[in-house]
């Protein structure tokens, strides 16, 4: 049996919070330290009322997402796992309308990798629905969520999911490519990794 995948998108491969600071300083001169942004809801992220319903329209408007910068470890990550002969899927919450940027923005990126594109707010239904082994993520409680259904998960370490705990089936790592690494290793390695 094909082992399958689900990989979140925003947070994971590609920077959204990096997409919103390069917009805010254009067009708001705003600046946004993507690495110092500590909640993971976007609303009242400034504290300018101006500006945070500028961050909401942005990431309602499918537009903003043809073009977000893939973090650099991603490339090479996903390659090598749709190598090891994984069913790579992309699950994410961005919204139903921006699924054809979405379509567009992976099909330049990463060319062949994705064998299907999900966007849903029910994210443990949809990995349940294609019985997805592995997940990678950024937001914490889906983390959670996905490792107590006994799915290997992989939480993205952000400043804003710094208070979620490991567990057997959930592992903190530093991006993408680190948690390919760990997908890859022998399943014997991979639990003594989880139990430490």
């Known amino acids: 049996m094909r082992r399958t995948i689900a990989i979140d998108l925003d947070g994971v491969i590609y920077n959204?919070?990096?997409?919103?600071?390069?917009?805010?300083?254009?067009?708001?001169?705003?600046?946004?330290?993507?690495?110092?942004?500590?909640?993971?809801?976007?609303?009242?992220?400034?504290?300018?009322?101006?500006?945070?319903?500028?961050?909401?329209?942005?990431?309602?408007?499918?537009?903003?997402?043809?073009?977000?910068p893939a973090y650099p470890d991603a490339h090479d990550a996903l390659y090598a796992l749709k190598a090891a002969g994984f069913c790579v899927v992309a699950v994410t919450r961005r919204p139903p309308a921006a699924q054809q940027a979405t379509l567009l923005a992976l099909g330049r990126d990463f060319p062949d990798v994705f064998s299907q594109v999900y966007t849903t707010k029910y994210k443990l239904r949809k990995l349940r629905a294609i019985r997805a082994q592995y997940g990678i993520e950024d937001h914490g409680d889906t983390?959670?969520?996905?490792?107590?259904?006994?799915?290997?998960t992989y939480l993205i370490a952000r400043p804003y999911n710094r208070g979620v705990p490991e567990s057997r089936f959930l592992k903190r790592v530093e991006g993408v490519g680190a948690a390919a690494k760990y997908i890859l290793t022998p399943l014997s390695e991979r639990l003594e990794a989880h139990s430490a």
């Open 16 to 68: 959204l919070l990096q997409g919103l600071s390069d917009h805010l300083m254009q067009a708001h001169r705003v600046k946004l330290d993507p690495e110092s942004v500590t909640q993971y809801s976007l609303a009242g992220l400034t504290g300018n009322e101006v500006v945070d319903r500028d961050i909401i329209d942005r990431i309602r408007d499918p537009r903003f997402y043809a073009n977000l």
């Open 143 to 152: 983390a959670v969520e996905f490792a107590r259904d006994r799915i290997w």
